[in-house]
C-alpha cells in the first residue's frame, strides 16, 4: 500500500515490450489444415481450452512427427487480450521441435518467462498471469490428445494456484510450519493467491475445487482439535500465543466442560463478552444471566471457582472481570 | 489523430467554463466565510452560479442542491444518512436499487447490506432496461428507499424515472436517482418527476472534476454526511470550492443550452456511426436507439475480447471502453452485459464509444476505418473465427 497503490496506474503500462510486440505482431498466429498435415506427412493436432464466455479460449495446433513425436510446427489462435494473445504464441512458439513428452513440461510460468524484457521484471501485471495458465493447459489437453491419455494424469500433484503453481502439498506445509493464519501470508510465503485471486475464495473470476481460505481454515480447526485433545488429557495449552478467536472458543469449551452445568443447575448460566490482554494479564470479561444475575456468590465463591478452573487450565496469568 | 470517445468517463472542460473559473485562482481567491472584502466579492458569482445550477434540473428555490465533492459522495451520503436516519433506527429495514447501478451505489448498498440493511437488486431486461413495475412489486411497508440511476452509464439506457417517482410518491417511499448520465443529455426536471434526491456531477458535462451535487427536495433534508463548518446551509461542511462551483454554473448553463441545438446533431451522428458499425459482421447492439442518451453506443463485436479492441484502437490513438473482464484490475466482466442475460460469448466482447458535443465527423470517419481494420485483424487471430477439422469435438463455446 502506500503512493504506488494511492494513484494506481493502467495494466497496459506493466505489459514487457516483447508483450506488447506479440500483441502486434503474433509469430505463431495461424492453422494447419489437415490437408496440410498429410501434405508433410504429420499427424495433426487441434486442441481446444478456455471458453469466450469466460473471456478467453485459445485453439491449439500441432503438426507432430508420428515416429519421433517431434511437434514440427505449432500455430494458435486465440480469443482473448492482448496478454491472452502474448502468452498464446509464446506458447506455440516454446513447442516447436520438441517432443510432444517434453512440450508438456512447459508451464504457464516458463511462458511469462520467456516474454520478460529483462530477468527480473515480469512480463504482465499480477491479474494477468492467470491468462498465461490457459497457455499451459492447452498444452496438456493437446499432448493427451496425442497420447491418447487423460489431461489430468500430467499433473503429478494437485495444484491450488494455478498461476504461480503452488500445490496443495507445498500450501499445507507451509501454512503448518509457519503458523499462517491470513492469505496474505500466504501470498507473501509462496506467491499462491498472489495473482488472479481466483484461488483465494469462492466467488473469484474462476471457480477452484479447493480455495486458500478452505486450507485456512482446515489448519484452524487442526489446532483447535490439538488444543481440544490436550485440555483432555490434562497437558498444556499454549493460551497465551491464541488469536483472540481461538481463545474464546477455548475458554468457551473450559467453562462448558467444567462451569456451565452447576450454573444451569441453579437456574442461571453466564456469556462471555470480551477477552483483552493487560500487561501480564489476560482479562476475561463475562456477564451473568438467569438465577446467577445479583446472587450473593456470584462475585465471591462462584466467581473464584471460574477463574481457578481457567488458571488451572489455560493460563495463571487469567482474570475474570464479570459486568 | 487522436479521437476521444469515452465522454460517459470524464469530458474536455468546455473553454468558457474553463475562462470563468480562472479569476478564482489568483484573484479572487477569499474564503466565502470569512469577514473580509476577498470573501465578499466571491458571493454574487457563487450566487450566479448556483442559480444556473438550479435553473438545470429545474430545481425550486426552497430545494436544496448541495455542492460535494463528487457523485461518489452524493450517493455515499444519501445511502449512509438513509441507513443512520431508518435503518439503525429501526424505523425501517429495506432498500431498493438496481442491479447495474454505478460502483459509488452498488458498493455503499453492499456495505449497508453487511451492517443489517435488506436490499433489493431490480433485474434489467433484455434490452437493458429496468421495468417500472419491479420497484412496485418490490416496496415493502418497511421499504425506506429507492434508488435508480436516470441513465446508464454503460449502455446509456434511460430508466423510467417518472414512473418509478410516480410509484415511490404513491407507497410514501423516499426516491433518490443518480442522473450523473443524464445531466446534460436528457432534459431534467426534478418538479416533473417525483424526485427527492438527485445525483449529478459537473465533469461529465464539460465541467471540472472534484465537483458533484446533490439536489435534496425541500422537507426531505437528509442529515449531513460531512460535519464541519456549517457551509452549505450546514447541509455539507468543507470550505467552498468557489472555481468549482462557477465551473459547474457555466458548464451547467452551456449543456442545457446545447440540449436544444447540439444534441440532435450528437444524435444524428451517433446514430449513423452506428449504422455503420452494425454493417459489419456479426455486430450487436443491446438497447433500442430511442431508449438511450443520445451520444452512447455499447457494441458487441463477436470473437474479439474488448481489451483486445481497445488495445488496437488505442494504437490508433482512439479513446473508448470496455467492461470487459480482462480489462479490469479485479477480472470481473462487465455487470450490464451480464445482467442483460445477453449471448454469453458476448459478455466479454462489448465497446463503448460515448461522443461529446466536440466530436467531430472526421474523428467518427478515422474511427470507423479503425475499427474495421482492428475487427478484421482480431477476428483474423481469433479462435472463434478458426478453423477446425471435419469431426473436431470443439469445446470452445462458439454460437454460430
Same mark, same amino acid.
Given at each position: 500500500?502506500?503512493?504506488?497503490?494511492?494513484?494506481?496506474?493502467?495494466?497496459?503500462?506493466?505489459?514487457?515490450?516483447?508483450?506488447?510486440?506479440?500483441?502486434?505482431?503474433?509469430?505463431?498466429?495461424?492453422?494447419?489444415?489437415?490437408?496440410?498435415?498429410?501434405?508433410?506427412?504429420?499427424?495433426?493436432?487441434?486442441?481446444?481450452?478456455?471458453?469466450?464466455?469466460?473471456?478467453?479460449?485459445?485453439?491449439?495446433?500441432?503438426?507432430?512427427?508420428?515416429?519421433?513425436?517431434?511437434?514440427?510446427?505449432?500455430?494458435?489462435?486465440?480469443?482473448?487480450?492482448?496478454?491472452? *494473445?502474448?502468452?498464446? $504464441?509464446?506458447?506455440? @512458439?516454446?513447442? #516447436?521441435? =520438441?517432443?510432444?513428452?517434453? +512440450?508438456?513440461?512447459?508451464?504457464?510460468?516458463?511462458?511469462?518467462?520467456?516474454?520478460?524484457?529483462?530477468?527480473?521484471?515480469?512480463?504482465?501485471?499480477?491479474?494477468?498471469?492467470?491468462?498465461?495458465?490457459?497457455?499451459?493447459?492447452?498444452?496438456?489437453?493437446?499432448?493427451?490428445?496425442?497420447?491418447?491419455?487423460?489431461?489430468?494424469?500430467?499433473?503429478?500433484?494437485?495444484?491450488?494456484?494455478?498461476?504461480?503453481?503452488?500445490?496443495?502439498?507445498?500450501?499445507?506445509?507451509?501454512?503448518?510450519?509457519?503458523?499462517?493464519?491470513?492469505?496474505?501470508?500466504?501470498?507473501?510465503?509462496?506467491?499462491?493467491?498472489?495473482?488472479?485471486?481466483?484461488?483465494?475464495?469462492?466467488?473469484?473470476?474462476?471457480?477452484?475445487? *479447493?480455495?486458500?481460505? $478452505?486450507?485456512?481454515? @482446515?489448519?484452524? #480447526?487442526? =489446532?483447535?482439535?490439538?488444543? +481440544?485433545?490436550?485440555?483432555?488429557?490434562?497437558?498444556?495449552?499454549?493460551?497465551?500465543?491464541?488469536?483472540?478467536?481461538?481463545?474464546?472458543?477455548?475458554?468457551?469449551?473450559?467453562?462448558?466442560?467444567?462451569?456451565?452445568?452447576?450454573?444451569?443447575?441453579?437456574?442461571?448460566?453466564?456469556?462471555?463478552?470480551?477477552?483483552?490482554?493487560?500487561?501480564?494479564?489476560?482479562?476475561?470479561?463475562?456477564?451473568?444471566?438467569?438465577?446467577?444475575?445479583?446472587?450473593?456468590?456470584?462475585?465471591?465463591?462462584?466467581?473464584?471457582?471460574?477463574?481457578?478452573?481457567?488458571?488451572?487450565?489455560?493460563?495463571?496469568?487469567?482474570?475474570?472481570?464479570?459486568? | 489523430?487522436?479521437?476521444?470517445?469515452?465522454?460517459?468517463?470524464?469530458?474536455?472542460?468546455?473553454?468558457?467554463?474553463?475562462?470563468?473559473?480562472?479569476?478564482?485562482?489568483?484573484?479572487?481567491?477569499?474564503?466565502?466565510?470569512?469577514?473580509?472584502?476577498?470573501?465578499?466579492?466571491?458571493?454574487?458569482?457563487i450566487?450566479?452560479a448556483m442559480?444556473?445550477i438550479?435553473?438545470?434540473?429545474?430545481?425550486?428555490?426552497?430545494?436544496s442542491v448541495v455542492i460535494t465533492s463528487c457523485?461518489?459522495e452524493s450517493?455515499?451520503?444519501?445511502?449512509?444518512?438513509?441507513?443512520?436516519?431508518?435503518?439503525?433506527?429501526?424505523?425501517?429495514?429495506?432498500?431498493?436499487?438496481?442491479?447495474?447501478?454505478?460502483?459509488?451505489?452498488?458498493?455503499?448498498?453492499?456495505?449497508?447490506?453487511?451492517?443489517?440493511?435488506?436490499?433489493?437488486?431490480?433485474?434489467?431486461?433484455?434490452?437493458?432496461?429496468?421495468?417500472?413495475?419491479?420497484?412496485?412489486?418490490?416496496?415493502?411497508?418497511?421499504?425506506?428507499?429507492?434508488?435508480?440511476?436516470?441513465?446508464?452509464?454503460?449502455?446509456?439506457?434511460?430508466?423510467?424515472?417518472?414512473?418509478?417517482?410516480?410509484?415511490?410518491?404513491?407507497?410514501?417511499?423516499?426516491?433518490?436517482?443518480?442522473?450523473?448520465?443524464?445531466?446534460?443529455?436528457?432534459?431534467?426536471?426534478?418538479?416533473?418527476?417525483?424526485?427527492?434526491?438527485?445525483?449529478?456531477?459537473a465533469?461529465?458535462?464539460?465541467?471540472?472534476?472534484g465537483v458533484g451535487a446533490l439536489?435534496?427536495?425541500?422537507?426531505?433534508?437528509?442529515?449531513?454526511?460531512?460535519?464541519?463548518?456549517?457551509q452549505m446551509?450546514?447541509h455539507r461542511?468543507g470550505?467552498l470550492n468557489v472555481?468549482g462551483i462557477?465551473?459547474m454554473g457555466?458548464?451547467?448553463?452551456?449543456?442545457?443550452?446545447?440540449?436544444?441545438?447540439?444534441?440532435?446533431?450528437?444524435?444524428?451522428?451517433?446514430?449513423?456511426?452506428?449504422?455503420?458499425?452494425?454493417?459489419?459482421?456479426?455486430?450487436?447492439?443491446?438497447?433500442?436507439?430511442?431508449?438511450?442518451?443520445?451520444?452512447?453506443?455499447?457494441?458487441?463485436?463477436?470473437?474479439?475480447?474488448?481489451?483486445?479492441?481497445?488495445?488496437?484502437?488505442?494504437?490508433?490513438?482512439?479513446?473508448?471502453?470496455?467492461?470487459?473482464?480482462?480489462?479490469?484490475?479485479?477480472?470481473?466482466?462487465?455487470?450490464?452485459?451480464?445482467?442483460?442475460?445477453?449471448?454469453?460469448?458476448?459478455?466479454?466482447?462489448?465497446?463503448?464509444?460515448?461522443?461529446?458535443?466536440?466530436?467531430?465527423?472526421?474523428?467518427?470517419?478515422?474511427?470507423?476505418?479503425?475499427?474495421?481494420?482492428?475487427?478484421?485483424?482480431?477476428?483474423?487471430?481469433?479462435?472463434?473465427?478458426?478453423?477446425?477439422?471435419?469431426?473436431?469435438?470443439?469445446?470452445?463455446?462458439?454460437?454460430?
Amino acid at each position: 500500500m502506500g503512493l504506488d497503490s494511492l494513484v494506481g496506474g493502467t495494466i497496459w503500462d506493466e505489459y514487457s515490450n516483447k508483450v506488447a510486440d506479440l500483441m502486434n505482431n503474433p509469430k505463431n498466429m495461424g492453422e494447419i489444415t489437415t490437408e496440410e498435415a498429410e501434405e508433410k506427412g504429420g499427424k495433426l493436432i487441434v486442441a481446444d481450452f478456455g471458453a469466450e464466455s469466460c473471456g478467453d479460449a485459445v485453439r491449439l495446433y500441432w503438426l507432430v512427427n508420428p515416429n519421433t513425436d517431434v511437434i514440427m510446427d505449432s500455430k494458435f489462435k486465440s480469443f482473448g487480450c492482448g496478454t491472452a *494473445i502474448a502468452s498464446s $504464441d509464446t506458447m506455440a @512458439e516454446l513447442c #516447436k521441435f =520438441k517432443t510432444v513428452q517434453e +512440450a508438456v513440461k512447459i508451464t504457464n510460468i516458463d511462458v511469462e518467462k520467456a516474454m520478460r524484457d529483462t530477468p527480473d521484471v515480469p512480463s504482465v501485471p499480477p491479474q494477468k498471469m492467470h491468462c498465461s495458465v490457459m497457455a499451459y493447459d492447452v498444452i496438456k489437453k493437446a499432448a493427451a490428445q496425442y497420447m491418447n491419455v487423460d489431461m489430468e494424469s500430467f499433473e503429478e500433484e494437485i495444484i491450488v494456484c494455478e498461476c504461480a503453481r503452488v500445490s496443495l502439498s507445498t500450501l499445507q506445509e507451509v501454512i503448518r510450519l509457519n503458523d499462517l493464519t491470513t492469505v496474505e501470508q500466504i501470498a507473501d510465503y509462496t506467491k499462491a493467491g498472489a495473482f488472479c485471486k481466483s484461488c483465494i475464495r469462492p466467488g473469484g473470476h474462476e471457480a477452484k475445487d *479447493i480455495y486458500l481460505v $478452505d486450507l485456512l481454515e @482446515e489448519y484452524e #480447526k487442526e =489446532k483447535m482439535a490439538k488444543t +481440544a485433545d490436550s485440555l483432555a488429557q490434562g497437558g498444556p495449552v499454549d493460551f497465551e500465543q491464541m488469536t483472540v478467536v481461538q481463545k474464546l472458543k477455548v475458554v468457551d469449551k473450559v467453562i462448558d466442560d467444567n462451569i456451565r452445568q452447576m450454573l444451569i443447575m441453579d437456574g442461571g448460566d453466564m456469556e462471555i463478552l470480551d477477552i483483552k490482554e493487560n500487561g501480564e494479564n489476560i482479562d476475561i470479561y463475562i456477564r451473568y444471566l438467569g438465577a446467577c444475575n445479583g446472587c450473593a456468590s456470584a462475585d465471591t465463591g462462584t466467581l473464584f471457582a471460574i477463574e481457578n478452573i481457567l488458571k488451572e487450565k489455560l493460563s495463571p496469568n487469567i482474570r475474570v472481570l464479570p459486568i | 489523430m487522436k479521437v476521444y470517445l469515452d465522454n460517459n468517463a470524464t469530458t474536455m472542460v468546455d473553454e468558457q467554463v474553463k475562462s470563468a473559473m480562472d479569476p478564482f485562482f489568483t484573484e479572487m481567491y477569499g474564503n466565502p466565510n470569512s469577514l473580509h472584502a476577498y470573501a465578499g466579492e466571491t458571493h454574487p458569482h457563487i450566487k450566479t452560479a448556483m442559480e444556473k445550477i438550479y435553473a438545470g434540473i429545474q430545481a425550486n428555490r426552497k430545494d436544496s442542491v448541495v455542492i460535494t465533492s463528487c457523485a461518489t459522495e452524493s450517493n455515499n451520503w444519501v445511502l449512509k444518512s438513509i441507513y443512520f436516519e431508518y435503518i439503525l433506527t429501526g424505523r425501517k429495514n429495506h432498500i431498493i436499487i438496481s442491479e447495474v447501478e454505478h460502483p459509488s451505489i452498488m458498493a455503499t448498498a453492499r456495505f449497508i447490506e453487511s451492517m443489517g440493511c435488506k436490499v433489493t437488486y431490480l433485474p434489467i431486461n433484455s434490452e437493458g432496461l429496468i421495468e417500472a413495475q419491479s420497484v412496485r412489486d418490490s416496496i415493502t411497508s418497511k421499504t425506506a428507499l429507492v434508488s435508480v440511476m436516470w441513465a446508464n452509464n454503460e449502455t446509456g439506457a434511460i430508466f423510467p424515472v417518472q414512473e418509478i417517482g410516480e410509484i415511490c410518491a404513491e407507497h410514501k417511499v423516499l426516491f433518490h436517482t443518480d442522473a450523473v448520465q443524464a445531466v446534460g443529455k436528457i432534459p431534467i426536471s426534478v418538479q416533473e418527476f417525483n424526485v427527492d434526491y438527485l445525483t449529478f456531477s459537473a465533469h461529465k458535462f464539460h465541467g471540472p472534476k472534484g465537483v458533484g451535487a446533490l439536489y435534496m427536495k425541500q422537507g426531505k433534508e437528509l442529515m449531513p454526511l460531512l460535519h464541519g463548518g456549517s457551509q452549505m446551509g450546514g447541509h455539507r461542511s468543507g470550505t467552498l470550492n468557489v472555481p468549482g462551483i462557477v465551473g459547474m454554473g457555466k458548464a451547467m448553463e452551456n449543456a442545457v443550452d446545447a440540449l436544444d441545438f447540439e444534441m440532435p446533431d450528437i444524435r444524428e451522428m451517433r446514430d449513423n456511426f452506428e449504422d455503420e458499425l452494425l454493417k459489419i459482421e456479426d455486430t450487436f447492439v443491446v438497447t433500442p436507439r430511442n431508449k438511450r442518451t443520445s451520444n452512447t453506443i455499447l457494441i458487441s463485436f463477436r470473437g474479439i475480447e474488448g481489451e483486445s479492441m481497445l488495445w488496437d484502437l488505442n494504437r490508433e490513438g482512439i479513446a473508448a471502453s470496455t467492461g470487459s473482464a480482462c480489462a479490469s484490475e479485479d477480472l470481473e466482466a462487465n455487470s450490464v452485459m451480464e445482467a442483460i442475460g445477453a449471448d454469453e460469448d458476448l459478455a466479454h466482447t462489448a465497446i463503448r464509444f460515448s461522443l461529446s458535443r466536440y466530436t467531430t465527423q472526421e474523428e467518427i470517419d478515422h474511427t470507423l476505418a479503425v475499427v474495421k481494420k482492428a475487427v478484421a485483424r482480431l477476428r483474423e487471430i481469433s479462435s472463434s473465427y478458426s478453423y477446425a477439422p471435419e469431426g473436431h469435438n470443439s469445446e470452445l463455446t462458439i454460437g454460430h
